[in-house]
T-cell receptor
């Protein structure tokens, strides 16, 4: 079946603009994660959804970042008033969360965000 | 903040040689997972080792875990050019909600 998909693959925007990044998880996966990866670094946790609710949003850097998952499948990461420091690759992952921490996460290819 | 730290940051070896990467972490974990990332692509899960396990094998991969030293190693035997990628360890807490990734090891296998 299809893996995790993310759109767009690349997004270039100007400082101060609003952007939305979309993630389509693997069908049936209840858990969805957003990460941010800067050049030369490992992914940094942003937020985790179990179903429609954000179970853990402690990784969101500030209130300019917000994510939703209204129907428990597709998720949108929203960034307001973008800053140059927001430039990174934003990765989405999903898992068939069974309640065990051993669940494997399946990653999408990421969206490369560039803020000019 | 990232919990894991891999070393070396970069590793270059000849095809056929073994590659060893190490990961150190800071707090108690439920399990530790290794991922691979090709340039410009997403991460791919390689292997998981639970906190009560000491060693695990999968094909050409061998992972060890020493919880007393809070460290893990990934060994790739008989490396191939196609193994060229970045490798990350991810520690998972008991809640399982957050994966803490390290800074990664960039492996280059020269044909």
């Amino acid at each position: 079946g299809a893996g995790v998909s993310q759109t767009p693959s690349n997004k270039v925007t100007e400082k101060g603009k609003y952007v939305e990044l979309r993630c389509d998880p693997i069908s049936g996966h209840t858990a969805l994660y957003w990460y941010r990866q800067s050049l030369g670094q490992g992914p940094e946790f942003l937020i985790y959804f179990q179903g429609t609710g954000a179970a853990d949003d402690s990784g969101l850097p500030n209130d300019r970042f917000f994510a939703v998952r209204p129907e428990g499948s597709v998720s949108t990461l929203k960034i307001q008033r973008t800053e140059r420091g927001d430039s990174a690759v934003y990765l989405c992952a999903s898992s068939n969360y069974s309640g065990a921490s051993t669940d494997t996460q399946y990653f999408g290819p990421g969206t490369r965000l560039t803020v000019l | 903040s990232q919990q894991g730290e891999e070393d070396p940051q970069a590793l270059s070896i000849q095809e056929g040689e073994n590659a060893t990467m190490n990961c150190s972490y800071k707090t108690s974990i439920n399990n530790l997972q290794w991922y691979r990332q090709n340039s410009g692509r997403g991460l791919v899960h390689l292997i998981l080792i639970r906190s009560n396990e000491r060693e695990k094998h999968s094909g050409r991969l061998r992972v060890t875990l020493d919880t007393s030293k809070k460290s893990s190693s990934l060994l790739i035997t008989a490396s191939r050019a196609a193994d060229t990628a970045s490798y990350f360890c991810a520690t998972v807490t008991n809640t399982g909600n957050q994966f803490y990734f390290g800074t990664g090891t960039s492996l280059t296998v020269i044909p």
